[in-house]
């Protein structure tokens, strides 16, 4: 096994793109290190991606954050402006493993892991997420929801790489949320996960919405039936019912010893629900703070 320690992403896509035999990214390394710990792979070339300083910054871009995909979890549950725009997504990444585990562990490994369980992808989606991939082809920006397509399987090219993860600024009166049922407190894998991402008027109507789900099909999903049930509305119960129907409508789960089908197609319902009314705090708390601090009412 070769290891390298690119400085630059272009290095880093061109050692990909020329390796002929199996090659892995190592970023954080909590799934990398496990496997070949485990004998799961033997891969002929290993690339750390630590020392490009693209990988490793958390960087303010149109009223956004630019993360760098291979910053840690712990370190952007730490970054006070990250957390405030964007709760859910963090919600999301401060639940990958331990705090032992956090400290090392990337979202961006998360996403490209392709688990249709990983916990910061539904907030990613819901959030409009938007992903920077460098390649022997040069660069381009795909959202986050079109980089997983099944268990273990991305859209990702020989020699492509994923640099960083765009959050957009979030609204005046925005807000998000992200919620998981886990069969024990901590440490396990999702049954069910969901995103949920919404923006109000100055009425505190619902005008944009994006409902990300975990765990209950191949990949995460986008469900635009239920953003489509909040739009329009305050959030009021028939909404909120309309908008778990729609979830669970969605959901091609499959059963094993951690759900049944007709248990996970219940659950995304009303953790969609929970999802939003967090989500309806949070946006109304935001509009009451930019009024709070001068802003506009």
């Given at each position: 096994?070769r290891?390298?320690?690119?400085?630059?992403?272009?290095?880093?896509?061109?050692?990909?793109?020329?390796?002929?035999?199996?090659?892995?990214?190592?970023a954080?390394g909590?799934?990398l290190?496990?496997?070949?710990?485990?004998?799961?792979v033997?891969?002929d070339?290993v690339?750390?991606?630590?020392?490009?300083?693209?990988?490793?910054?958390?960087?303010e871009e149109?009223?956004?954050?630019?993360?760098?995909?291979?910053?840690?979890?712990a370190?952007?549950?730490?970054?006070?402006?990250?957390?405030a725009?964007?709760?859910?997504v963090?919600?999301g990444a401060?639940?990958?493993?331990?705090?032992?585990?956090q400290?090392?562990?990337?979202?961006?490994?998360?996403?490209?892991n392709?688990?249709p369980?990983a916990?910061s992808v539904?907030?990613?989606?819901?959030?409009?997420?938007?992903?920077?991939?460098v390649?022997p082809?040069?660069?381009?920006?795909?959202?986050?929801?079109?980089?997983?397509v099944?268990?273990?399987?991305?859209?990702?090219?020989?020699?492509?790489?994923?640099e960083?993860?765009?959050?957009?600024a979030?609204?005046?009166?925005?807000g998000?949320?992200?919620?998981?049922?886990?069969p024990?407190?901590?440490?396990d894998?999702?049954?069910?996960g969901?995103?949920?991402?919404?923006?109000?008027?100055?009425?505190?109507v619902c005008t944009h919405a994006r409902?990300g789900?975990?765990?209950v099909?191949i990949?995460?999903?986008l469900?635009?039936?239920?953003a489509?049930?909040?739009?329009g509305s305050?959030?009021?119960e028939?909404?909120?019912?309309k908008?778990?129907?729609a979830?669970?409508?969605a959901?091609?789960?499959?059963?094993?010893k951690?759900g049944?089908i007709?248990?996970?197609?219940k659950v995304?319902?009303?953790?969609a629900?929970r999802?939003?009314?967090?989500?309806l705090?949070r946006a109304?708390a935001?509009?009451?703070?930019k009024?709070?601090?001068g802003?506009?009412k």
């Amino acid at each position: 096994m070769r290891y390298e320690s690119p400085k630059t992403i272009e290095a880093a896509s061109a050692l990909l793109a020329d390796e002929a035999g199996l090659a892995r990214v190592l970023a954080g390394g909590t799934d990398l290190l496990v496997q070949l710990r485990s004998g799961m792979v033997e891969p002929d070339l290993v690339v750390d991606v630590k020392n490009i300083p693209t990988m490793t910054s958390i960087v303010e871009e149109n009223g956004g954050y630019r993360i760098g995909a291979a910053v840690s979890s712990a370190e952007m549950n730490e970054h006070v402006g990250l957390c405030a725009m964007w709760p859910g997504v963090m919600e999301g990444a401060d639940l990958i493993g331990s705090t032992q585990v956090q400290g090392r562990a990337t979202m961006v490994g998360n996403l490209c892991n392709c688990g249709p369980a990983a916990d910061s992808v539904p907030g990613m989606v819901a959030a409009n997420a938007v992903a920077t991939i460098v390649g022997p082809n040069g660069r381009r920006e795909v959202p986050v929801i079109e980089i997983p397509v099944a268990p273990g399987k991305s859209t990702l090219a020989k020699g492509e790489i994923v640099e960083s993860v765009l959050l957009p600024a979030q609204a005046k009166r925005g807000g998000d949320s992200y919620l998981r049922f886990i069969p024990r407190t901590e440490m396990d894998i999702a049954v069910v996960g969901v995103g949920v991402n919404i923006e109000l008027d100055d009425n505190g109507v619902c005008t944009h919405a994006r409902v990300g789900l975990g765990a209950v099909a191949i990949k995460v999903l986008l469900v635009e039936d239920a953003a489509k049930a909040l739009i329009g509305s305050k959030l009021d119960e028939d909404a909120l019912a309309k908008m778990a129907a729609a979830t669970s409508a969605a959901c091609k789960p499959i059963n094993d010893k951690r759900g049944t089908i007709e248990f996970r197609t219940k659950v995304a319902g009303v953790l969609a629900v929970r999802a939003a009314k967090i989500a309806l705090e949070r946006a109304n708390a935001r509009a009451s703070k930019k009024t709070s601090n001068g802003g506009e009412k």
